[in-house]
C-alpha cells in the first residue's frame, strides 16, 4: 500500500527553466510533507517543508504547494539549475498520531540540462 | 556543527550472521531515526528514538532492533540476517520528534 506516490520516475528540463516535481498521497491523517534531495552516494538533504495549515511555502528558489483537497503536494524550483540534478523524494507524517516516521515516495530523478 | 555521521559505509554478511550499524547525532537533536532503503524506494521507516524510548515502529519484524544512548548517538541491530536485508541503511536525526529529519549518509549493507 504506497501511501506517498511520485509517478514521475524521471524528468529533464533546460537550465534556467522551472522544474516542477510531483506527490500524491492517500492518507487524509497526513499533516506534515518534506521534500529531500539526494545525490549519488550521499544521505537526502532537507529542501523544505509545509505544514497542513499552509498552501504554499517558498524558501529561495524553492516553493512547495500543497492542495489538501486533492492530496497532491509539488515542488517548483525556479530558475532550474546543473547543480539542481538530482533524486527528489517527497515525504508525509501525521504528527498527530505518529511523531516523526517519515512515510517516502520512491523519487524523481531530475535531470537539469545546460 | 558536525552533521549525521554513520559507520562503517560498506558492510557485507552473510545469511544467518548479525550486524550492528551505528550512528552519531547532530549536535543538539535527540531524536534519531532508522530507515530501510531498496534500490530504486525510497526510504521505509524502520523505527524511531527520543530521548533513549522507542518512539514508534514501522514494519519490520522483531529481528530489527535499536538503542539509542545517553549522548543520542544510536545503532540498529539486525539478528539471523537475509537476502532481503541487503539494502542502504540510513540514520536521521533531529532536534525533536516534530522536526524535519536530517540525514547521513548511510551504510550499504550487501547480504551474500
Known amino acids: 500500500?504506497?501511501?506517498?506516490?511520485?509517478?514521475?520516475?524521471?524528468?529533464?528540463?533546460?537550465?534556467?527553466?522551472?522544474?516542477?516535481?510531483?506527490?500524491?498521497?492517500?492518507?487524509?491523517?497526513?499533516?506534515?510533507?518534506?521534500?529531500?534531495?539526494?545525490?549519488?552516494?550521499?544521505?537526502?538533504?532537507?529542501l523544505i517543508s509545509i505544514s497542513s495549515i499552509k498552501d504554499k511555502n517558498e524558501d529561495g528558489r524553492f516553493t512547495v504547494f500543497l492542495n489538501k483537497s486533492a492530496k497532491h503536494l509539488s515542488l517548483h524550483i525556479v530558475p532550474s539549475q546543473p547543480g539542481d540534478s538530482a533524486v527528489y523524494f517527497c515525504a508525509a507524517s501525521a504528527v498527530g498520531n505518529q511523531g516523526g516516521k517519515l512515510i517516502f515516495g520512491q523519487g524523481t530523478e531530475l535531470s537539469v540540462k545546460p | 556543527e558536525t552533521g549525521v555521521t554513520q559507520s562503517p559505509t560498506h558492510l557485507i554478511k552473510t545469511r544467518g550472521q548479525q550486524v550492528t550499524l551505528r550512528c552519531s547525532s547532530q549536535s543538539g537533536h535527540n531524536t534519531v531515526s532508522w530507515y530501510q532503503q531498496a534500490l530504486g524506494q525510497g526510504p521505509q521507516f524502520i523505527f524511531q528514538y527520543y530521548r533513549e524510548e522507542e518512539n514508534g515502529r514501522g514494519n519490520f519484524p522483531p529481528r530489527f532492533s535499536g538503542l539509542q544512548f545517553p549522548n543520542y548517538s544510536s545503532e540498529l541491530n539486525v539478528n539471523a540476517l537475509e537476502l532481503d536485508d541487503s539494502a542502504l541503511y540510513l540514520c536521521a536525526s533531529s532536534l525533536d520528534p516534530y522536526q524535519p529529519q536530517h540525514f547521513g549518509d548511510g551504510t550499504r549493507l550487501s547480504i551474500l
Open chain 1, 1 to 46: 500500500d504506497q501511501q506517498v506516490k511520485q509517478n514521475s520516475p524521471s524528468l529533464s528540463v533546460q537550465e534556467g527553466r522551472i522544474s516542477i516535481l510531483n506527490c500524491d498521497y492517500t492518507n487524509s491523517m497526513f499533516d506534515y510533507f518534506l521534500w529531500y534531495k539526494k545525490y549519488p552516494a550521499e544521505g537526502p538533504t532537507f
